[in-house]
Structure formats: structure tokens, C-alpha cells
């Protein structure tokens, strides 16, 4: 038995759970799954959250050019071109953000936000059929809808035009963010 090593990490736990807690305070829902990068999201994007849990939707755009339409929003710590798919009329856009792209490995994973991404949900359940991909939990999307779907750092989508404001939010949350 390794008993440094359990030490350590009932230790780490502790100090992880006290960082939980006042995360928690902060966003007024528990850091799990989802609830941290909808809170981050909908902060950023100016989404009101809905109440509901276990939803498709998690919100609706409170202003911009997207006011009114219905998102989901998403986290994931590396971008590995996978993304949860729900073929639905209730949702209009996803909204993705991700650590630095690559494929699964065993490295730490950070929590970071190094690009975003903006689906359209219609458009791409459509492009999913017509390529004959799997829709579901963890569906493969290919590399040219991610790249033409990104809108920070490098914005391909001019649907939704960042301001000044929303780069440097995300920018904070970059693993090595920018000087300024």
C-alpha cells in the first residue's frame, strides 16, 4: 500500500473540496459536470440559464444577434473532434468550449478555454445524416465544421462577432493567457 501517496491525495482532495465550495458560492450551483462552463457561458455570452436539469437546452441568448435562440453549452478540456449531439427541434445552437486539441491521453487536463465554437444545431444534425454519422453522446464531427464553427480565438463564424470585452473574459481562462 502506498501510503504517501494516499495521504497525498485525501490531502489534495480537501484542498479541492474547500476550492469547490467557494467556486460553488460564486456560481451558485455545484461544480460539476456542465454547471461550471454553462455558468462561464452563460456569463460571457449573455445566456440565461434555464432551471431545468437533465435538459437539451440550456439556456436562451438574452441579446446580440442570436437573442432569443435556444443553446447548449459545452465543455470539454481537449478538443478531440467529438461532440454530444441531439437530433431536436428545441435547440437552435451549440455552444463549445475546449482545452487545446488532441487525443486522449493519459497527460493531466486542465481547465481551460483555448478556442470556442459555435454550432448551428440544425445545420450540423444535417451535415451529420449526410456524412451517415452516428448522432448521440460523443458523435464525430468532422475537422472542416469545427474549423468553419470558431469563433475565438480565430473567428470563422460571422453570425457572432465577439466584443473587446467577451476575448478578454476568455482570455483569462487561456492556459498561458495574453500580456496586456
Known amino acids: 500500500m502506498d501510503t504517501a501517496g494516499l495521504k497525498s491525495i ?3 482532495l480537501r484542498e ?37 436539469p437533465h435538459r437539451i437546452v440550456d439556456g436562451t441568448f ?18 478531440e473532434g467529438l461532440l454530444d449531439v441531439v437530433d431536436t427541434d428545441e435547440l437552435d445552437y451549440y455552444l463549445v468550449m475546449t482545452g487545446a486539441r488532441g487525443t486522449r491521453s493519459k497527460a493531466p487536463r486542465p481547465w481551460n478555454i483555448e478556442r470556442v465554437y459555435l454550432f448551428d444545431a440544425f445545420e450540423l444534425v444535417d451535415a451529420l445524416h449526410a456524412h451517415m454519422r452516428r448522432i448521440g453522446n460523443a458523435t464525430s464531427v468532422r475537422a472542416e465544421h469545427w474549423r468553419a464553427a470558431e469563433i475565438y480565438p ?7 462577432k465577439l466584443t473587446r470585452e467577451q476575448v478578454a473574459a476568455l482570455d483569462e481562462f487561456r492556459a498561458d493567457p495574453p500580456l496586456r
Open 16 to 52: 479541492r473540496d474547500r476550492i469547490d465550495a467557494r467556486i460553488t458560492d460564486i456560481v451558485g450551483r455545484p461544480v460539476a459536470h456542465g454547471h461550471l462552463s454553462d455558468w462561464i457561458g452563460a456569463q460571457i455570452f449573455d445566456v440565461e440559464l434555464t432551471d431545468a
Open 10 to 12: 485525501a490531502m489534495l
Open 154 to 160: 480565430n473567428p470563422q463564424k460571422p453570425i457572432l
Open 62 to 79: 438574452r441579446s446580440g444577434p442570436l437573442v432569443g435562440c435556444t443553446v447548449n453549452i459545452k465543455y470539454y478540456s481537449r478538443n
